[in-house]
């Protein structure tokens, strides 16, 4: 049986209850929310709104309207960093970004925001006081992520926050590798934006993620029409969150998002960030002790998430991904992992690394039957 451990892509499987629910939604629903006063809108309206609320419960939320639903975290980023940023404002970021939010950024640099770039260590963090020297008089946002896609580093968002919120920055956070499997909330740690999808920790299906904005936060709408209120005017309405979720909702998709969001609350986000915590300094041991093997961010005290990193001398990391899949029936990922200022900083461009990212699903027998192949790999019988 093939064993999966590329769970910091897209989590699989998902819950039973994930399917169940987007099922159900499309057998019994199936029309859109906010579209009408009969009840299969009504339905999908709940749905939807449900989704809210389980989101704002699980991730520390007082207010549910200010969830913004997009088709990733990618699409929630680019709302914000376009909503808000123009031309001559500044913004601090780093070197470990995704191309989700670098290249949002990079595009705001092309058009006259003055971007910096805070520099991490080799093995993907920064510091409160890293970020805190590189805001200068007029910067606008500090935007970064919060745990590293490439070696699972977890920045100090809960130190930074409150640093920021007394000089009146926008803290933009990206949370995609954070939400279901780290705890967190994201009122206390000081955040003002916080973009993160549904197919990962939440184990929801592709397509779902959402953006929460803060009081007193406005943007401009990436997207102009149809919402299903204030339908007699012609401009955007100014609520929220209708004023960011113009077009059809994918309501399908939403309830798959909510069934997802309630297994992981049912769970426990500490208990299931514990579990996956055993599966990786297992996986990390292993990986230490294989001759010619080298891991980015090793065993430590400094805060992580499942999600590891690793080379093997004279072999390219396309080269080793492709024995797993094929010899062994193991999926991983390799390359650049679409971060490749983050492999600059820790040495690994342009070959990249093979990543293994562990989950719910996952087992300690798992882990093991990929650290034997990795040693037959790495040491083949000659």
């Known amino acids: 049986m093939a064993i999966y451990l590329d769970n910091a892509a897209t989590t699989y499987p998902k819950p039973e209850v994930v399917y169940q629910a987007m099922d159900l939604a499309m057998r019994t629903v199936g029309v859109a929310p906010g579209r009408g006063g009969h009840r299969q809108s009504m339905e999908a309206t709940r749905i939807v709104f449900s989704a809210r609320e389980s989101l704002a419960s699980l991730l520390g939320i007082q207010d549910s309207s200010r969830i913004i639903f997009t088709h990733s975290a990618t699409e929630a980023l680019n709302l914000a960093v376009k909503g808000i940023l123009t031309p001559g404002d500044h913004v601090v970021t780093t070197s470990m970004e995704h191309n989700s939010l670098a290249r949002p950024l990079h595009h705001a640099a092309q058009n006259g925001v003055a971007v910096t770039w805070v520099q991490s260590d080799a093995d993907g963090y920064v510091t409160a006081s890293q970020i805190m020297d590189a805001v200068r008089p007029g910067t606008k946002m500090v935007a970064m992520t919060h745990c590293s896609n490439i070696t699972g580093a977890v920045n100090p968002v809960g130190e930074i926050g409150p640093l920021l919120r007394q000089r009146g920055i926008l803290f933009l956070v990206d949370g995609a590798q954070t939400t279901g499997n780290f705890p967190f909330s994201i009122d206390a740690l000081g955040i003002d934006l916080f973009a993160a999808p549904g197919h990962k920790g939440l184990y929801g299906p592709p397509g779902t993620g959402f953006l929460y904005v803060s009081a007193g936060v406005d943007m401009e709408p990436l997207l102009h029409g149809g919402t299903g209120s204030g339908s007699s005017e012609i401009s955007q309405p100014m609520s929220l969150p209708e004023r960011y979720e113009s077009g059809t909702m994918n309501t399908p998709a939403i309830a798959g998002l909510l069934a997802g969001v309630e297994y992981v609350a049912s769970r426990g986000v500490a208990e299931i960030h514990a579990f996956e915590m055993e599966l990786t300094a297992r996986l990390c041991t292993g990986l230490s002790s294989i001759p010619g093997v080298t891991v980015y961010n090793p065993p430590g005290t400094r805060p992580r998430c499942a999600v590891v990193s690793f080379t093997m001398d004279g072999k390219d990391p396309a080269t080793v991904g492709f024995m797993l899949d094929h010899n062994y029936g193991i999926s991983v990922r390799v390359g650049l992992h679409c971060a490749p200022l983050g492999h600059r900083s820790i040495g690994t ?16 027998a798992e882990i093991d039957t990929l650290l034997a192949a990795i ?8």
């Open 349 to 364: 461009y342009p070959e990249g690394t093979v990543r293994v990212s562990p989950a719910l699903f996952n087992t300690g």
């Open 375 to 382: 040693r037959e790999i790495a040491c083949p019988a000659s």
